[in-house]
């Protein structure tokens, strides 16, 4: 995982698009010595738009759906729990901030 987005209330169709644009495809294809990025996602109903899947291939990528009901593939579970056990340990420094800052601030220290 190298990005993420976070939006209010949840994405719709345009919202997470754009997500993607900013967030996913600038990362497609920049890793020295590798042909092609590979987007791994769950099928959750909106990533499996035509339009996502043509910003990743376009920009060079390829797409990777996880099989249905295996969390323990999935890339963004391991991030969870991550972030969880930052907050365990780093909680009190947190804080003062905003819930949206400190997934910031977990997310930034992390991953640096």
């Given at each position: 995982m190298v990005d993420y987005a976070h939006k209010k209330g949840g994405f719709k169709k345009q919202s997470f698009l754009a997500a993607v644009q900013d967030a996913v495809v600038p990362h497609v294809?920049?890793?020295?010595?590798?042909?092609q990025s590979v987007v791994v996602l769950d099928n959750c109903i909106i990533h499996k738009q035509r339009e996502f899947v043509d910003m990743i291939e376009k920009a060079g990528g390829i797409v990777v759906w996880l099989p249905p009901s295996c969390p323990e593939l999935s890339p963004i579970e391991k991030a969870c729990r991550l972030i969880k056990n930052y907050f365990k340990d780093f909680g009190d420094e947190l804080a003062e901030l905003t819930p949206i800052a400190q997934l910031d601030t977990a997310f930034e220290r992390i991953v640096g």
């Open positions: 294809g920049n890793y020295p010595g590798d042909d």
